[in-house]
């Protein structure tokens, strides 16, 4: 029996890879208008984007523990094993939710031999983990490899990512308003990255044509062996950056592949519409 693979939606995978691949979707929350939706499932990112430019304010929560409850508990009956690949945990309190929950599943089911990854990733960086890992559960590699396999790709994932309006950072806490304000006075974009699981800004360039432009320069810096990379690209509501993006690093990196996918309803609601984030390892294994 193939392992089970789990992951939530700060993935930002496609719904259909979740049931082509058999992989366990735990959707995170969003709050629009005194309604509670779940990430992918019943609200589309484009409806977050909408919101937003009207001025509205989307709050988000993490995965429902009852939902973790009635999962966990299902595959300790069936006696079935998993690896739950997880949003970083200094972005949401999922992580530490999922390990509570097992643990308590574990009380009544001892054998229930369930990992939890804490991947330090977002979006698409998170994704490109849980795709490994869901090919190695296709070709029946064993719970150790792929645990091995999904550990080492997260902690050498790569995030660069750039919004376009530094407000809706600011408003979740994640950079200063100053910053904010100065970046939209002064036509300035920024760079940003993550750093062991937390936002970290790396600089501020201005205008859009330097910014992708440094973003190639600095996956040179770190990335290696591109040509057998799959590189990720996430997007909200940015197809056409998103494009340019990919042109760029196919021409000049030579990746192997190249993916696009949407930001989700939950990480859009922090980023807004217009972000780009790009996503490649500093270090292949081996």
Do not use: W
Request: hydrophobic letters at 40%; charged letters at 25%; one cysteine or more.
């Amino acid at each position: 029996m193939p392992v089970n693979i789990l992951t939530d939606s700060g993935s930002d995978l496609p719904l259909h890879f979740y049931k082509d691949n058999q992989v366990t979707l735990f959707p995170l929350k969003v709050h629009l208008n005194d309604q509670e939706y779940e990430d992918l499932l019943t609200i589309e990112p484009k409806t977050i984007y909408n919101a937003i430019r009207k001025g509205q304010v989307p709050k988000t929560s993490q995965v429902s523990p009852l939902l973790f409850e009635q999962t966990f508990t299902k595959m300790a009956q069936n006696k079935e094993e998993g690896i739950y690949i997880a949003f970083s945990s200094l972005l949401s309190g999922t992580y530490q939710t999922a390990v509570m929950i097992r643990d308590q599943v574990k009380e009544t089911y001892p054998d229930f031999n369930l990992t939890i990854i804490d991947t330090k990733c977002a979006s698409l960086g998170q994704g490109l983990v849980v795709m490994e890992a869901a090919r190695l559960a296709n070709t029946n590699a064993s719970f150790n490899e792929i645990v091995e396999r999904a550990e080492f790709l997260a902690a050498h994932m790569e995030h660069l990512f750039t919004v376009d309006d530094l407000d809706y950072l600011a408003k979740g806490g994640r950079v200063s308003k100053a910053s904010a304000f100065l970046g939209g006075l002064l036509n300035i974009k920024p760079l940003l990255n993550v750093e062991d699981g937390k936002l970290v800004p790396l600089e501020k360039i201005r205008g859009q044509k330097k910014l992708l432009r440094r973003i190639i320069e600095v996956m040179k810096e770190r990335g290696v062996n591109f040509e057998h990379q799959t590189i990720g690209i996430s997007q909200a509501d940015a197809m056409d950056t998103a494009q340019e993006m990919k042109r760029l690093i196919e021409d000049e990196l030579l990746a192997k592949e190249v993916i696009i996918t949407d930001i989700g309803a939950v990480i859009g609601s922090h980023t807004g519409f217009g972000t780009i984030a790009i996503f490649f390892l500093n270090e292949l294994p081996v």
